[in-house]
């Protein structure tokens, strides 16, 4: 299926998604006393009235402070869940480094978990025979790949991961927070090979707390705070206002 | 939308059950003998040394009934917690969702092969091979359709309310006794017949005696079989249908 590039990659119209504060744990009892005396249930409302487009080949960074709804949004777009209101639609086909390691488990070897991992990812196992000796030469672990996991080192296993995330050929790429992975000369692999992705023309979406790094990823920015859109535009321009905000504000607090 | 290759998913899924399951195990698959074999031997004492029962080759009379009864409770159970049990998964990876519970139950089908090759030698060795075992297929495919039905049903039912699973548990218990393992069909009384082929558990033993003892047709005079694939099917297509309505708040529930 050819996509036309008229159609943007990833297009928010007027999102809302709240979740319901749980006081506890979900037994027959409470749910009787619900149906007994209806309570208002206490929302928390992560996201209100986002709208935005990203077109095919632009790259996008998300801040803003913890709990801003960065990852709701991210997770919306990935469609593990649905809006209240408002609708999501994308484009393409979805890679996410948020889905780091999923399905890993220590007593598996290197080589069962890249093949969990990528079944899980939606890689088909065409894919995964073609390509299961650069995954394994990309992560630098080809003394340890019959090992089980449990002997990797948490570096280890995020190189792994990220390795069986970035062989699945995807249009739009979503990384959340994952440049931390491994030490310092394979981030540099990771960035650069994110870079490829970026300069191939494939749309990216990044939430990181790095502002250098976003700075060099992407040309957009859009900076959330409490669930609610504050700036969309060029990079530059809202990293600045950000961190203006921020600057106030411990100012204020520390005035 | 998850477009992926699901045949693949599957298989890795189960591999991986039963490799995390067996390798740090010495006997590997023999221990899914051991459960059954032990049940055979403890019920086999009771029957025929304590109440004396009067049934031939008691053991393979048991067996018959054991061995259905432990896939479907260790299947239901497993499946009944495994939406709860992956929110590792359901969290993170938009995978379908009813891929988790249909997976659980195929894992345990790893284990229903190996009882059901003992199961068969055993009748070999008593009773011999008769024209009647090309049912036997047929028979299991719809245990399995009716367990997975069920675990649609209680797996999404369990990310709601947290105590169903034991409440499954209890059923279980009482299934036990409900179902014609250790005495036989023609000692429950004619009034309450009907009860008991309404259950595809309890018609599932029924036909495998059948077939396997007594070189009948699954089907008896009452359309045993008939009933066993209805229920089947209605309790899939319901479990279908409720996990369909529930799976979009999974992720805000677990």
Redesign the interface.
């Known amino acids: 299926m050819s996509i036309s590039d008229e159609r943007p990659a990833i297009l928010f119209q007027g999102v809302w998604k709240s979740?319901?504060r749980h006081t506890g744990?979900?037994?027959?009892r409470d749910?009787i006393r619900q149906l007994l005396r209806p309570k208002a249930h206490e929302t928390f409302h992560a996201l209100r009235e986002i709208s935005f487009s990203i077109n095919r080949g632009e790259s996008v960074a998300v801040i803003g402070p913890n709990g801003a709804g960065k990852s709701t949004l991210l997770?919306l777009t990935?469609?593990?869940?649905?809006p209240d209101q408002g609708s999501v639609e994308v484009n393409g086909?979805i890679a996410a480094l948020?889905?780091l390691g999923?399905?890993f488990?220590p007593?598996?070897t290197g080589a069962?978990n890249v093949?969990?991992n990528a079944?899980?990812?939606?890689?088909?196992?065409r894919h995964?025979r073609e390509k299961f000796h650069e995954i394994v030469a990309f992560s630098e672990l080809e003394r340890f790949i019959d090992e089980p996991l449990r002997t990797y080192s948490t570096g280890m296993m995020m190189r792994l991961a990220f390795s069986v995330a970035v062989s699945a050929d995807p249009d739009i790429l979503i990384i959340d927070e994952v440049l931390g992975v491994g030490d310092l000369s394979f981030q540099a692999k990771c960035l650069e090979r994110i870079m490829q992705f970026r300069h191939s023309g494939k749309t990216m979406l990044c939430v990181s707390h790095s502002n250098d790094t976003l700075m060099g990823l992407c040309d957009r920015a859009m900076w959330l705070d409490r669930g609610r859109m504050m700036e969309y535009g060029p990079i530059a321009r809202v990293v600045e206002a950000y961190k203006n905000a921020v600057g106030r504000q411990t100012m204020c607090s520390a005035g | 939308?998850?477009?992926?290759?699901y045949?693949?998913?599957i298989?890795?899924?189960i591999?991986?059950d039963f490799?995390?399951r067996y390798?740090?195990m010495s006997l590997g698959v023999l221990w899914s003998l051991v459960n059954p074999l032990v049940m055979m031997g403890v019920l086999t004492f009771v029957f025929t040394k304590v109440f004396i029962s009067a049934i031939p080759h008691f053991p393979v009379f048991v067996l018959c009934g054991m061995i259905p009864y432990n896939f479907f409770t260790v299947a239901w159970i497993a499946g009944t917690t495994s939406i709860v049990d992956s929110a590792?998964?359901v969290?993170?990876?938009?995978?379908p969702r009813e891929i988790v519970p249909i997976t659980t139950v195929l894992s345990n089908c790893v284990h229903l092969l190996v009882q059901i090759c003992l199961l068969l030698v055993m009748v070999v060795f008593f009773y011999g091979v008769n024209r009647q075992w090309f049912w036997l297929p047929l028979v299991w495919a719809l245990e399995i359709v009716f367990v997975c039905g069920l675990v649609l049903l209680t797996s999404s039912l369990n990310v709601?309310?947290?105590?169903t699973r034991y409440v499954v548990e209890s059923a279980n218990m009482v299934l036990f006794w409900l179902v014609p393992i250790i005495y036989d069909f023609s000692l429950v009384p004619e009034k309450y017949r009907r009860f008991y082929e309404i259950n595809p558990l309890a018609a599932l033993v029924l036909s495998l005696r059948r077939i396997l003892l007594h070189a009948e047709g699954p089907d008896g005079s009452t359309h045993t079989l008939w009933k066993l694939a209805g229920v089947s099917f209605t309790v899939f297509a319901a479990g279908l249908l409720l996990f369909h309505r529930m799976k979009?708040r999974f992720?805000?529930?677990i």
């Open positions: 979740f319901i744990q979900m037994l027959i749910r997770n990935t469609n593990l869940c649905l086909r948020l889905e999923a399905g488990h007593d598996l069962e093949r969990v079944a899980l990812l939606g890689l088909s196992r995964v | 939308m998850w477009r992926g290759d045949l693949y998913l298989q890795n899924l591999l991986k490799r995390i390798r740090n590792g998964l969290k993170r990876v938009p995978v709601y309310i947290r105590d979009p992720y805000e529930h």
